[in-house]
């Protein structure tokens, strides 16, 4: 499975940004996806999860109730909308994908995108 992340840029303190994670190759699997994201020294961070339905959706405390994230599995595409976007959210943007219900853990995803930058200014 091959993974792109798009979307990223630059916008100001109280903006949005969606971003997107394409993948190809053998999709067919039913994979939960995962959004993590790394700031300059720091370590990388959860942010969003979904499992293959879509049913189960999880959160990093920090992202909860301005981020959400969604699926469109007939194009192969998970989303990650983010609203009310502040400086600390600024940070590189990994889409993963791995079998399972769509995890917190870095560790349960065996595929990632390349990252795309979000930088938030003040």
């Known amino acids: 499975v091959q993974l792109q992340a798009s979307g990223g840029g630059l916008v100001q303190a109280g903006g949005s940004l969606r971003l997107s994670c394409g993948a190809s190759?053998?999709?067919?699997?039913?994979?939960?996806v995962g959004w993590f994201r790394q700031a300059p020294g720091k370590a990388r961070e959860f942010v969003a999860s979904i499992s293959w339905s879509g049913s189960m959706k999880y959160y990093a405390d920090s992202v909860k109730g301005r981020f959400t994230i969604s699926r469109d599995n007939a194009k192969n595409t998970v989303y990650l909308q983010m609203n009310s976007l502040k400086p600390e959210d600024t940070a590189v943007y990994y889409c993963?994908?791995?079998?399972?219900?769509?995890?917190?853990?870095?560790?349960?995803?065996?595929?990632w995108g390349q990252g795309t930058q979000v930088t938030v200014s003040s």
């Open positions: 190759g053998r999709t067919s699997s039913r994979y939960g």
């Open positions: 993963a994908a791995g079998l399972g219900f769509g995890s917190r853990s870095a560790d349960h995803y065996d595929y």
